[in-house]
């Protein structure tokens, strides 16, 4: 056995890194090029908010969980507004959750749609970053024409939504879809074909349904190793009245997350159209809401990133007692951590992106 | 942006945002917006970065690293702050963990609100920070020139202080670095 | 069509004591560790686990009241992932759970505020009851365990200091030396 060669060093990862838009530090721990452990530090981005509950009325705070994380900004208002609405028993007009479900999954598609080009920034094909980014302004389109935001949607308030998509941008929003998909068609087709791409993603960061349920991963993470839940399926909003089902791979490594990831973009569409061809015409888009709320309140809600938690507790007063956000990234990283044990130095970029991590919303 | 003559490369921090002006800053760089065409080039070595984008409010851990990109820049350097959270704190001013703005830890140059940003308005932001840039570096160059490489200009204390401790700076200006408002106060 | 589901949402109120028994009833039920968290009411601590069935989208939570001085046991043993929540709850709330592994030791954020979730009253009612808790010496194995860690860790964290320290007092001594030949 060569003694010599099992030297063991600590290199820093992080927080400022070509592949991270965002800070998280990693210490990593090498025999060789062989990564033997990892410890994650975060907290370059936590500022608190959940405590501002306190401080800020129920109805206020909408914008503030929105401004969460700026690329699930309306999951985190939708699952906010849900865990309020539920606390106060308010029933939200059908239309205006058929407007939230088509909201969701525009959010969807465009997360995706940048953690694609991030991905493919993380293993050097600068031409695919730049063309996921292009096809993601024709979806942001979409949103800016519909809501007036591109990133912070700002169209949730307790009690239904604030604005409404008409017939002519409907028209536009199935004539844009169209194009994405056909566009989006040939970018699928290079992430699951292209030697270049499969060399950097077939059998790196293999984990086992096992592994995954045991560290507690969710969402697309998760269903890349065969996990088929997809939270969706509680039929929140107006996901019950919509067909689809949970996109599973089985294989569990790299390639396995691109290809479902990049499905669900395509089952994102598929939704929307189903969504728009269902919604009933009605004129009334909110419910006012009286009184304070109290007691508390659990919602799950699907994330781009997967399963988030809100918890709410109310004590009667206009300011919650509690807000409490578990965030998708937040569970995968232990998840992470697993993967790049006994993988090599160069994929750690890799691994790190292929958990779509939103350090944002992990450290809120 | 007439005189322009170099092509300054851009180095971005998120110092505690929410991401959504970190993703605005990048789609500024790629294709619809591209901001490339103004000669700028997005690089993640602080060694070899001209202008440094701050995204977010600052708090206790990110100032250290900010404090650090900084100091690790090259003469001359320009600082931009992008988003309302990077130019006073925003919507998360009030939080525990929040300094509340860029220049408590750094002299900022160019202050682009917005939240988030749009990338009309970053790319107003860059453009502006490419002019200072230019302009601090002819400084520079005529300085070098009259005394010499490894000449440190003193008698200008805006230069002098953008070399040293970032304190100084707001010393010599005579400013004092913005202070954070107890959160407690409001309750 | 409809919602394909009809999942349960349970909360179940149980007292400490039963935390780590509860928890294995879990595991063995395959649930996964969906969430945990705390919460600060009326001069004690609520502490919600959560766990989801994959299979049948169920949900149940274990509530815990715990005073403000109380020890809580980690159960970092039976879910690893519920470390980084544990390590959350002690530094944002100031909850006293033992034996945490990976242990961040209140540097999980590392931000300034001390517990900020926590209202100062409650703060100096904390302090209160840990004075009172010591003085009567009520150390079980555990308390000895934590106790023995922290120790170690102190060890440590000063040999580290020591060394920080001479490594900055020599570079102090580098640069004078280099000034004095300039």
């Given at each position: ?10 290199v820093p990862f992080g927080p400022q890194h070509p592949v991270l838009p965002e800070p998280i530090h990693l210490d990593l721990v090498l025999e060789d090029e062989k990564v033997v452990d990892v410890i ?325 | ?33 591209d901001a490339e065409r103004f000669g700028v080039v997005n690089t993640a070595d602080p060694m070899q970065a001209d202008i440094l984008l701050v995204t977010g409010g600052v708090n206790a851990q990110s ?125 | ?182």
């Amino acid at each position: 056995m060569d003694v010599k060669a099992k030297k063991r060093s600590v290199v820093p990862f992080g927080p400022q890194h070509p592949v991270l838009p965002e800070p998280i530090h990693l210490d990593l721990v090498l025999e060789d090029e062989k990564v033997v452990d990892v410890i994650p530090s975060i907290g370059f981005i936590h500022r608190g908010l959940e405590e501002l509950v306190n401080r800020r009325d129920f109805n206020q705070y909408v914008y503030i969980a929105e401004r969460t994380c700026g690329i699930c900004s309306f999951g985190h208002g939708l699952g906010y507004v849900e865990a309020v609405e539920k606390l106060m028993n308010v029933e939200v007009p059908v239309r205006a959750k058929y407007l939230r479900t088509i909201w969701g999954e525009m959010g969807r598609i465009h997360s995706h749609l940048l953690w694609a080009g991030l991905m493919a920034d993380a293993f050097g094909f600068e031409n695919l970053f730049y063309q996921c980014w292009r096809l993601r302004e024709k979806n942001l389109d979409l949103v800016e024409m519909t809501t007036g935001g591109r990133l912070i949607y700002s169209v949730n308030k307790v009690g239904g939504v604030l604005k409404d998509i008409t017939p002519d941008m409907q028209k536009v929003i199935l004539n844009n879809l169209s194009e994405i998909e056909v566009e989006l068609k040939d970018i699928y087709k290079t992430f699951t074909t292209d030697y270049s791409v499969l060399e950097r993603t077939r059998g790196v960061g293999v984990l086992t349904k096992e592994q995954v349920h045991d560290l507690g991963a969710c969402g697309p993470y998760a269903r890349a190793s065969g996990v088929e839940r997809d939270i969706r399926q509680l039929g929140y909003e107006a996901y019950g009245d919509l067909d689809f089902e949970p996109v599973v791979s089985t294989d569990g490594d790299n390639f396995a997350r691109c290809d479902v990831r990049l499905r669900e973009v395509f089952q994102s569409i598929d939704l929307i159209r189903q969504a728009i061809a269902k919604m009933p015409a009605e004129t009334d888009l909110s419910v006012p809401v009286k009184g304070n709320p109290d007691g508390e309140a659990l919602v799950r809600i699907e994330q781009p990133r997967g399963e988030a938690v809100y918890y709410v507790e109310g004590n009667g007063t206009k300011f919650l007692n509690r807000f409490r956000l578990r965030t998708p990234t937040f569970a995968n990283i232990p998840a992470m951590c697993e993967t790049m044990k006994g993988c090599n130095y160069a994929d750690i970029p890799l691994l790190v992106v292929t958990i779509d991590p939103c350090i944002s919303c992990t450290e809120r | 942006m007439a005189n322009v003559k170099r092509s300054p490369w851009l180095l971005h921090y998120d110092a505690s945002s929410c991401n959504g002006c970190d993703i605005e800053v990048l789609a500024s760089l790629t294709p619809v917006y591209d901001a490339e065409r103004f000669g700028v080039v997005n690089t993640a070595d602080p060694m070899q970065a001209d202008i440094l984008l701050v995204t977010g409010g600052v708090n206790a851990q990110s100032a250290e690293v900010v404090k650090q990109l900084y100091d690790q820049m090259a003469r001359p350097k320009v600082v931009v702050a992008v988003g309302v959270c990077a130019c006073t704190g925003g919507v998360f001013k009030d939080c525990y963990n929040i300094n509340g703005g860029v220049d408590t830890v750094i002299p900022v140059d160019v202050y682009v609100p917005g939240c988030a940003a749009r990338p009309e308005s970053i790319i107003d932001g860059i453009v502006k920070a490419v002019a200072i840039f230019q302009e601090r570096s002819d400084k520079h160059d005529k300085y070098v020139k009259e005394h010499g490489e490894s000449a440190r200009d003193t008698s200008d204390p805006d230069a002098a202080a953008r070399d040293g401790n970032p304190a100084d700076f707001f010393n010599a200006l005579g400013k004092k670095p913005q202070e954070h408002t107890d959160h407690k106060e409001e309750k | 069509m409809g919602a394909k589901f009809t999942p349960k949402q349970t909360l179940r109120v149980i007292e400490k004591e039963g935390l780590l028994r509860e928890v294995m009833v879990m595991k063995s039920r395959h649930m996964r560790l969906s969430q945990a968290c705390a919460s600060y009411k009326d001069g004690h601590y609520e502490l919600s686990y959560s766990f989801a069935d994959d299979e049948t989208m169920d949900y149940e939570t274990l509530r815990v009241n715990v005073g403000l001085a109380e020890r809580v046991p980690s159960i970092h043993n039976f879910y690893s992932c519920a470390s980084y929540y544990e390590n959350e709850m002690r530094e944002l709330f100031g909850v006293k759970i033992e034996l945490i592994e990976p242990d961040y030791r209140n540097k999980f954020y590392r931000i300034k505020a001390e517990t900020p979730f926590l209202p100062e009253d409650a703060k100096a009612e904390q302090k209160k009851e840990e004075a009172e808790i010591s003085l009567n010496g009520a150390d079980s194995d555990l308390d000895q365990e934590q106790a023995a860690r922290d120790e170690k860790q102190a060890e440590k964290d000063a040999a580290a200091k020591k060394a920080a320290d001479e490594k900055k007092a020599a570079a102090a001594a580098e640069k004078a030396a280099k000034k004095g030949a300039q």
